[in-house]
């Protein structure tokens, strides 16, 4: 099972821009589908971009659409999550999530998940 861990996370304003990374312990990082979900207090997670294998293919919710963008480094094992013009309902935990399974895609069944990280958007 992969193992996954964000950073990147903070403190920042309404407007503004911060970018969260996850780095992946497994050798096959190319074969995983990878994702972004998010967990708001009081909320249920939810699903926030996907980046398919290749990284040709990426997929968001409508929410965070031509705001944010996913991308993978193939030399570093990490998934980027750059988050632009940031909006107060953007706060919450985001977690990175790895799919193996061979979900057809956009789908992802995540089989690994990271613990997380806070970001935080003040108005």
């Known amino acids: 099972q992969v193992q996954l861990e964000e950073s990147g996370g903070g403190l920042v304003q309404a407007g503004g821009s911060l970018t969260v990374s996850c780095v992946a312990s497994e050798r096959a990082f190319n074969?995983?589908?990878?994702?972004?979900?998010?967990?708001?207090?009081?909320?249920?997670?939810?699903?926030?971009?996907?980046?398919?294998?290749?990284?040709?293919?990426?997929?968001?919710?409508?929410?965070?659409?031509?705001?944010?963008?996913?991308?993978?480094?193939?030399?570093?094992?990490?998934?980027?999550?750059?988050?632009?013009?940031?909006?107060?309902?953007?706060?919450a935990v985001y977690y990175c999530a790895a799919d193996g399974s061979g979900t057809r895609w956009p789908n992802l069944r995540p089989s690994s998940w990271g613990r997380g990280t806070q970001v935080t958007v003040s108005s």
Do not use: H
């Open 31 to 91: 074969t995983y589908k990878m994702g972004w979900f998010r967990q708001a207090p009081g909320k249920e997670r939810e699903f926030v971009a996907a980046i398919s294998g290749s990284g040709r293919l990426t997929y968001y919710v409508d929410s965070v659409k031509g705001r944010f963008i996913i991308s993978r480094d193939y030399t570093k094992n990490t998934v980027g999550l750059q988050m632009n013009s940031l909006k107060p309902e953007d706060t």
